[in-house]
């Protein structure tokens, strides 16, 4: 039987067998909102984004899979769903991201989970929003362990995003027991808000790394390595603001006013 998650809380991923687990899914299931209207009603698409990002043992940022880089060493995303289910839950996970132990990359030791509602609509105002955890594929669910229905509970009233969780290698699930819900005058956990700011300290460094080289000076590996350090700061950068700039705390969104100022870009208000 699942298990219903609650904050705080540490699941072992174990096998009934006793054997080691090679992969698992996390899943997220909504629906879009019907408006009735006079002469018909109006389906309101619903967009909810789920990302994962990756952290080593020094808590140093790795990588980051969510809708707009499917994929990474062993991690997976399914597509960016829009819409939600139209006409009723049809019992699938609109959007999944699977993990395959065996295929990531060794300094990974801890993935987070985050989802946000692209489109700024509350949680508590989307139909049957769910998430769930479980052994096998994106097309086989062999176990399911543990599940979270989002609009049974008040504390996601007003609320845009959530950090489902953080996978740690060897130690199981858990449910931050501070990690919160946050929306327009949000909060987030010490731990993730902190990841936040390294993510962004990084890319800023990446950056003005970027902006004092001459490519041509240097050898083909140098140049290599130039151009992952490219690809290294737009996955920074695009993470950051779909995750942490403007949304989880003041600290947060002051970070991306400067990081904007640095690219000189408009500065987003934090005024809450």
């Given at each position: 039987?699942?298990?219903n ?11 009934d ?6 992969s698992?899914?996390?899943?997220a299931n909504?629906?879009a909102?019907?408006?009735k209207?006079?002469f018909?009603?109006?389906i309101?698409?619903v967009?909810?984004?789920?990302s994962?990002?990756?952290?080593d043992?020094n808590?140093?940022f ?5 809708f707009g880089?499917?994929s990474a060493p062993g991690?997976?995303?399914?597509g960016?769903d ?11 996970d ?7 132990l ?13 989802l946000?509602?692209?489109?700024q609509?509350?949680f508590?105002k989307?139909p ?5 955890l479980?052994?096998?594929?994106p097309?086989?669910?062999n176990?399911v ?6 609009v049974?509970y008040s504390?996601?009233?007003?609320k ?16 931050p ?8 005058a949000?909060v987030i956990?010490d731990?993730?808000?902190?990841e936040?700011?390294k ?13 004092s080289t001459?490519?041509?000076?240097y050898?083909?590996?140098e140049?290599n390595?130039y151009?992952q ?8 950068i695009d ?6 700039a ?5 600290s ?5 006013q400067e990081?904007?100022r640095?690219?000189g ?8």
């Open positions: 039987m699942a298990i998650l609650v904050k705080g809380q540490k699941i072992s991923l174990a096998k067998d006793g054997g080691h687990l090679h698992f899914c996390v899943g909504w629906g909102i019907t408006e209207g006079f018909r009603d109006k309101k698409p967009d909810l984004d789920l994962a990002a990756m952290f043992s808590k140093q790795c990588d980051v899979v969510y880089k499917k991690v997976f995303h399914s960016d829009l819409v939600g289910d139209v006409g009723g839950d049809d019992g699938l609109n959007e999944i991201i699977s993990v395959d065996s295929r990531l990359n060794s300094n990974v030791e801890q993935i987070f989970f985050v946000n509602s692209y489109n609509i509350d508590d989307i049957f929003a769910s998430i769930r479980y052994e096998g594929t097309t086989r669910v176990k362990f543990a599940s979270y229905n989002i049974r504390a996601f009233a007003y845009v995003a959530m950090i489902l969780g953080a996978f740690e290698i060897e130690g199981g699930y858990e449910i027991p501070s990690a919160q819900t946050y929306g327009n949000p956990s731990e993730m808000m902190q936040c700011v993510i962004y300290n990084k890319a800023l460094a990446i950056e003005r790394a970027l902006n001459f490519v041509n000076r050898s083909s590996e140049v390595l151009n350090n490219v690809r290294m700061h737009s996955q920074l993470w950051f603001n779909a995750n942490c403007g949304k989880q705390s003041y947060a969104c002051k970070a991306a990081l904007n640095q690219r870009l408009p500065e987003q208000s934090c005024g809450y």
